[in-house]
């Protein structure tokens, strides 16, 4: 796990390297990225991946490794999403057990789940997250 820090006091979010990310023609609305199924299968037991697929840092990529992992437009958030459609504090996901859940905190635009608006909802791989302009594909071990 590397910690990638910004010039913006409390600005700190956890990434993980994956190697064989590969970038494909996207839309003219965004850029579509494909996870290589072998690099997703590196990530250590208990933790999962969010890929912002669309919205802006497309490619960036999150490492849920602990119980409670926020995200929002505070630079004190864990996934810090920098964008007006994003509330300072817009969503958590939650890990239980080897599981994870994704809650909606009371956000403006909402939170949704293949592209259903959530209060809470477990998480499967594979499952589309959006918050605001971003959407993050959910990658966990199989």
């Known amino acids: ?5 910004s010039n ?9 390297s994956l190697s064989g990310i590969e970038a494909m023609d996207g839309e003219a609305t965004g850029q579509t990225l494909l996870p290589d199924r072998a690099a997703v299968e590196q ?5 999962a991946l969010l890929v ?6 497309a490619g960036s990529r999150f490492l849920l490794d602990s119980d409670l992992t926020t995200a929002g437009r505070h630079p004190e958030s864990d996934i810090f999403l920098d964008d007006v459609t994003v509330s300072r504090r817009h969503a958590e996901f939650y890990r239980r ?4 859940t994704a809650r909606d905190v009371g956000s403006l635009n909402g939170t ?5 608006r959530i209060e809470e909802h477990p998480l499967t791989g594979g499952d589309e ?7 993050l594909v959910f990658l966990t071990r199989a």
């Open 1 to 5: 796990m590397n910690r990638v820090e």
């Open 8 to 16: 913006t006091p409390g600005d700190t979010t956890s990434t993980i």
């Open 43 to 47: 990530l250590p037991p208990g933790t």
């Open 52 to 57: 912002v697929m669309r919205g802006p840092n």
């Open 97 to 100: 057990g080897g599981y994870f």
């Open 112 to 116: 949704y789940v293949n592209r259903e």
């Open 129 to 135: 997250v959006q918050i605001g302009k971003f959407r």
